[in-house]
């Protein structure tokens, strides 16, 4: 799994778990719904969610940012060779 592919799956997991829309994370987190949005669309443009943007995401889920991490999603990240 690419690691783009396992935040937005993990932050789709976090709202589900929360009981909480996308826009009521954008709202809680200080981030526009449209970006979040995006970030989490199967088809994203966004490539590389940033860790600032994860930081507020966590933030406005009320969870310590390595919590975010602590999910089997991130135990198989494809890297890339270059």
């Known amino acids: ?4 592919q396992a935040i937005s799956l993990r932050i789709m997991e976090l709202v589900h778990e929360n009981g909480i829309t996308l826009n009521q994370l954008a709202e809680r987190s200080g981030l526009s719904a449209s970006s979040i949005t995006r970030t ?14 994860v930081l507020k995401m966590c933030s406005g889920l009320g969870i310590p940012f390595k919590a ?3 999910s089997p999603l991130f135990d198989d990240i494809d890297t890339i060779d270059e």
């Open 40 to 53: 989490v669309k199967a088809n994203s443009s966004v490539s590389n969610t940033t860790t600032g943007t």
């Open 68 to 70: 975010f991490w602590e």
């Open 1 to 4: 799994m690419q690691l783009q």
